[in-house]
């Protein structure tokens, strides 16, 4: 199944506090249940003013679904096609 990298654009990302990250955590998983198995957060990377996602679904169309049910910001969806690593280079 594809994976896709979700970019959003959240000013003052990275001064949210435990419980506003996990008020969203508890609300993303809400919607995902919703959703049905088909698709997954995987984690998410939180920088000063953005959040990147990774998510693992059928299609661009079901991240999309996944922000707008969610109220979720989505900025740029790009799947992501490889990943490398150190042991790459080996």
């Known amino acids: 199944m594809p ?3 979700i970019e959003r ?4 990302a990275g001064h ?3 419980q506003e990250l996990h008020d969203i955590s508890v609300k993303s998983c809400d919607v995902l249940k919703q959703m049905g198995p088909e698709i997954q957060w995987v984690n998410s990377y939180v920088t000063d003013d953005k959040v990147y996602c990774l998510y693992i679904a059928p299609d661009e169309d079901s991240v999309k ?3 707008d049910l969610g109220g979720f910001p989505v900025n740029q969806i790009s799947q992501i096609r490889s990943t490398i690593d150190p042991t790459t280079a080996e």
Do not use: E, R, T
Request: proline residues 8%; without cysteine.
């Open 3 to 5: 994976k896709y990298m």
């Open 9 to 12: 654009n959240i000013p003052d």
């Open 65 to 67: 679904q996944h922000a």
């Open 16 to 18: 949210l506090s435990q």
